[in-house]
């Protein structure tokens, strides 16, 4: 676990990497029940074969939320973090296949001042990556973020 980054500590070029997470068919199907994709790439062997794969295959946006259920487990941004105000330039590049392990590899970008005082924008490069280094998901994640509290309410 990393201590508390709040806006001051956000400094671009800084890059945190997780913990591993192995991928199983339970949490393909698990993802597939919550929000009613079950297209047969990610449910059917057979048919993501005849569509040029090893087997069956993660939804993309299941990557895109392994990103954030990953950082969450770094446990630097639970206080600090008040909003995610959008993701941009998110890719898809390389198929995740269960039994496969990722760590998410997260790059500070940039960060600036709002408008109202105790808080900043900062940008977050988030990338899903193999035990091989091969990236299977990345994006631009936009988050707000809280200036470091001082005293008793630290």
């Not at 199983?24 to 597939?32: L, S």
């Not at 039994?99 to 001042?113: A, I, K, N, Q, S």
């Not at 280094?133 to 470091?148: K, P, W």
Request: net charge negative; hydrophobic share 40%.
């Amino acid at each position: 676990m990393t201590d508390q980054i709040w806006y001051e500590d956000f400094i671009p070029g800084t890059v945190l990497t997780s913990a591993t997470r192995r991928i199983t068919p339970e949490d393909i199907d698990a993802y597939a029940r919550l929000t009613g994709e079950a297209h047969p790439v990610h449910m059917d062997d057979a048919f993501a074969q005849a569509a040029g794969f090893a087997g069956r295959i993660t939804h993309g946006l299941f990557n895109l939320a392994l990103i954030e259920g990953l950082k969450a487990g770094l446990g630097c941004f639970e206080r600090s973090v008040i909003a995610s105000l959008g993701w941009t330039d998110i890719k898809f590049p390389a198929p995740l296949y269960p039994g496969e392990e990722v760590h998410l590899r997260l790059e500070f970008v940039d960060r600036r001042p709002t408008s109202r005082p105790g808080r900043g924008l900062a940008t977050e490069r988030g990338s899903l990556v193999k035990a091989d280094g091969t990236e299977v998901a990345r994006g631009d994640h936009l988050i707000l973020l809280l200036n470091r509290v001082e005293g008793p309410a630290a």
